[in-house]
């Protein structure tokens, strides 16, 4: 197996054990093992950053260009209109994804 080949893998592996971990962080209520899997997941990003840094310097990964000043401002813009959405939505004692009718229509229905 090529070099680049094997260097791809292991940074795909790593992703994908990151993503794992956040999930089971996210779910893990117990403090003491909710540390560990913090730890687990600081010492992978760390490793999964050096494996980045050798691939970008042998030319095995481009990374993508960088957004604008313009683009930035958008996705801060979009993300902090959602957090108000939510918060609104959540204030106003209704489920996410049920408007005012439609709670009518469903407690008419029943």
């Known amino acids: 197996m090529q070099e680049q080949v094997m260097v791809t893998d292991a940074l795909n592996s790593i992703n994908s054990g990151l993503k794992s971990l956040g999930d089971m962080i996210a779910q893990t209520e117990n403090q003491e093992l909710r540390q560990t899997l913090q730890k687990m997941r600081n010492d992978a990003e760390t490793c999964q950053f050096e494996l980045y840094t050798i691939a970008k310097s042998k030319n095995y990964y481009q990374p993508a260009q960088k957004a ?38 469903m407690s008419q229905m029943r």
């Open 68 to 105: 604008t000043q313009e683009e930035i401002m958008n996705v801060k813009n979009f993300v902090n209109q959602s957090s108000q959405s939510m918060g609104q939505a959540q204030s106003g004692g209704q489920s996410f994804g049920q408007s005012g009718s439609q709670s009518q229509g």
